[in-house]
């Protein structure tokens, strides 16, 4: 990770001209769109073009392909996130002529000054949970701003300067940066152990969510989810400090408790007991426990149930999560960002559902990409485990992303960990992954995109084969 600026937090308003290395990421792009809607200079680079990078021109920014030391220009700021390495020549030139340099959390807790800073963190579902959040306290008319680690799927946004005085953003756990939100309201979905190639060992993990929780101001809220065994520490410890504090999920004791969830389709219901039912677009068991979080946080901010929950039955889901991309030839095709062995679960579990109520017989083909060697190779046996619940697996080679390749590390360490009763197939080469999947799908059938890498790009092409 890069160093954070040893100058602390600067108000947004006193950043100058801002330029963004590596604009046209999900994180990047959504914080320099805030900072145009509120009249500041910005400019950034990106290694390839796209409709995020087009979006931002419109918007104002002076936007660059490629990276060139000359990009930087007359900034005053330079932003960065943990996958920018020195050797960048616009971050080197940055450096020499002494500009200040932030990581994005740090540009990002720039832009909650002044503002009531909910930041949801947990190791799964917390671009969910915001999503929603979003999404009620805009129907309750709280016009909240926004920063996502997705985009909406009704609006094609993740990030959006509001008139309210409410901030939501999703608090990155992977490199410690949540550590520099303070916030009034903190939600904690889960705690597992993920991103080990950072924190090294769980039990860093744990601790860095204790100290974001510790974080929270003297008069605040943390929201936790207490069917997970860490989020419930975190809960008992904040109370101790005198916090607010609500939890929720399906435990006996939870002060929002979930229960009666049934799955309808690509949706579902659910009761939360003592306030009333809730319809869900979205399928699953854990988009139940992400809507709670998300009524829980309204409430404290002042919105009532009803309103909420209006709101929330219109929430169609965030991109990635879920996502529905077509149907071709009788099978239907999904997209899912999961990759963590838990997130597969959850979505395999939740499109077995969907299977289930079609009453069709169709089957479940998952076609995975690991996502980072240390991932991979931390998790190789539970990847497999996971994918046991889909019918067909079809594994990729490992999307290293900001990671250098390891020896003996390839997805055929997942492929090889699928249990006998699911047929795996690794398919090391990408550009073939299209016609393996449609070629093994039958009508009735789903096809699953699952990962963090670019396997998000392979749903159309399946849709193509299909097609023929």
């Given at each position: 990770?890069?160093?954070?600026?040893?100058?602390?937090?600067?108000p947004?308003?006193?950043?100058?001209?801002?330029?963004?290395?590596?604009?046209?990421?999900?994180?990047?792009?959504?914080?320099a769109?805030?900072m145009?809607?509120?009249?500041?200079?910005?400019?950034?680079?990106?290694?390839?073009d796209?409709?995020?990078?087009?979006?931002?021109?419109?918007?104002?920014?002076?936007v660059?392909?490629?990276?060139?030391?000359?990009?930087?220009?007359?900034?005053?700021?330079?932003?960065?996130?943990?996958?920018?390495?020195?050797?960048?020549?616009?971050?080197?030139?940055?450096?020499e002529?002494?500009?200040?340099?932030l990581?994005?959390?740090?540009?990002?807790?720039?832009l909650?000054?002044?503002?009531?800073?909910?930041?949801?963190?947990?190791?799964?579902?917390?671009?969910?949970?915001?999503?929603?959040?979003?999404?009620?306290?805009?129907h309750?008319?709280?016009?909240?701003?926004y920063?996502?680690?997705?985009?909406?799927?009704?609006?094609?946004?993740?990030?959006?300067?509001?008139?309210?005085?409410?901030?939501?953003?999703?608090?990155d756990e992977?490199?410690?940066?949540?550590?520099?939100?303070?916030?009034?309201?903190?939600?904690?979905?889960n705690?597992?152990?993920?991103?080990?190639?950072?924190?090294?060992?769980?039990?860093?993990?744990?601790?860095?969510?204790?100290?974001?929780?510790g974080?929270?101001?003297?008069?605040?809220?943390l929201?936790?989810?207490?069917?997970d065994?860490?989020?419930?520490?975190?809960?008992?410890?904040?109370?101790?400090?005198?916090?607010?504090?609500?939890?929720?999920?399906?435990?006996?004791?939870?002060?929002?408790?979930?229960?009666?969830?049934?799955?309808?389709?690509?949706?579902?219901?659910?009761?939360?007991?003592?306030?009333?039912e809730?319809?869900?677009e979205?399928?699953?068991?854990?988009?139940a426990?992400?809507?709670?979080?998300?009524i829980?946080?309204?409430?404290?901010l002042?919105?009532?149930?009803?309103?909420?929950?209006?709101g929330?039955?219109?929430?169609?889901?965030?991109?990635?999560?879920?996502?529905?991309?077509?149907?071709?030839?009788?099978?239907?095709?999904?997209?899912?960002?999961?990759?963590?062995?838990?997130?597969?679960?959850?979505?395999?579990?939740?499109t077995?559902?969907?299977?289930?109520?079609?009453?069709?017989?169709?089957?479940?083909?998952?076609?995975?990409?690991?996502?980072?060697?240390s991932?991979?190779?931390?998790?190789?046996?539970?990847?497999?485990?996971?994918?046991?619940?889909?019918?067909?697996?079809?594994?990729?080679?490992?999307?290293?992303?900001?990671?250098?390749?390891?020896?003996?590390?390839?997805?055929?360490?997942?492929?090889?960990?699928?249990?006998?009763?699911?047929?795996?197939?690794?398919?090391?080469?990408?550009?073939?992954?299209?016609?393996?999947?449609?070629?093994?799908?039958?009508?009735?059938?789903?096809?699953?995109?699952?990962g963090?890498?670019?396997?998000?790009?392979?749903?159309?092409?399946?849709?193509?084969?299909?097609a023929?």
């Amino acid at each position: 990770m890069s160093p954070i600026d040893p100058r602390g937090d600067v108000p947004a308003g006193d950043l100058g001209r801002v330029h963004f290395i590596a604009i046209g990421g999900a994180g990047m792009s959504g914080i320099a769109r805030i900072m145009l809607r509120r009249g500041l200079a910005v400019s950034g680079s990106d290694a390839r073009d796209s409709e995020l990078l087009t979006q931002l021109g419109d918007l104002g920014a002076k936007v660059f392909v490629g990276h060139d030391a000359a990009h930087v220009g007359d900034a005053d700021t330079v932003v960065i996130s943990t996958a920018i390495r020195e050797t960048n020549p616009e971050l080197a030139a940055a450096r020499e002529r002494g500009l200040r340099v932030l990581h994005r959390s740090e540009a990002l807790a720039a832009l909650m000054t002044g503002r009531r800073a909910v930041a949801v963190a947990g190791t799964h579902g917390k671009t969910t949970t915001t999503s929603m959040l979003t999404v009620a306290l805009q129907h309750a008319g709280a016009d909240p701003s926004y920063c996502i680690g997705g985009q909406l799927v009704t609006t094609g946004l993740g990030a959006d300067e509001g008139t309210g005085d409410v901030f939501v953003a999703e608090a990155d756990e992977s490199d410690g940066s949540f550590l520099r939100y303070t916030p009034h309201i903190a939600v904690v979905t889960n705690v597992e152990a993920d991103h080990l190639d950072n924190y090294g060992a769980f039990e860093k993990v744990k601790e860095n969510f204790a100290a974001f929780a510790g974080r929270i101001v003297p008069d605040g809220a943390l929201v936790a989810g207490t069917d997970d065994p860490v989020a419930r520490e975190l809960a008992a410890a904040a109370r101790e400090r005198g916090l607010n504090v609500v939890t929720y999920g399906q435990a006996v004791d939870a002060d929002l408790r979930i229960t009666g969830f049934t799955p309808r389709g690509l949706g579902s219901t659910f009761e939360i007991e003592g306030l009333g039912e809730v319809r869900l677009e979205v399928p699953g068991r854990h988009y139940a426990h992400n809507a709670t979080a998300a009524i829980a946080v309204a409430r404290l901010l002042g919105h009532g149930f009803d309103v909420v929950r209006e709101g929330l039955a219109s929430f169609t889901g965030s991109m990635r999560r879920l996502e529905r991309k077509g149907e071709a030839g009788g099978v239907e095709v999904f997209d899912s960002y999961a990759h963590h062995p838990t997130e597969l679960t959850a979505d395999l579990e939740a499109t077995r559902d969907y299977l289930g109520q079609k009453g069709e017989g169709g089957r479940i083909v998952a076609v995975f990409q690991p996502h980072l060697y240390s991932r991979t190779r931390f998790f190789a046996t539970e990847f497999g485990a996971a994918l046991g619940l889909a019918d067909v697996a079809v594994v990729l080679d490992v999307y290293g992303a900001r990671e250098d390749p390891e020896p003996g590390v390839t997805g055929a360490l997942v492929a090889d960990a699928v249990p006998a009763g699911t047929r795996s197939v690794y398919a090391p080469v990408r550009d073939e992954v299209p016609g393996v999947a449609a070629s093994l799908a039958r009508p009735g059938d789903v096809v699953i995109t699952l990962g963090a890498g670019d396997v998000t790009q392979l749903g159309p092409l399946v849709l193509e084969r299909l097609a023929r």
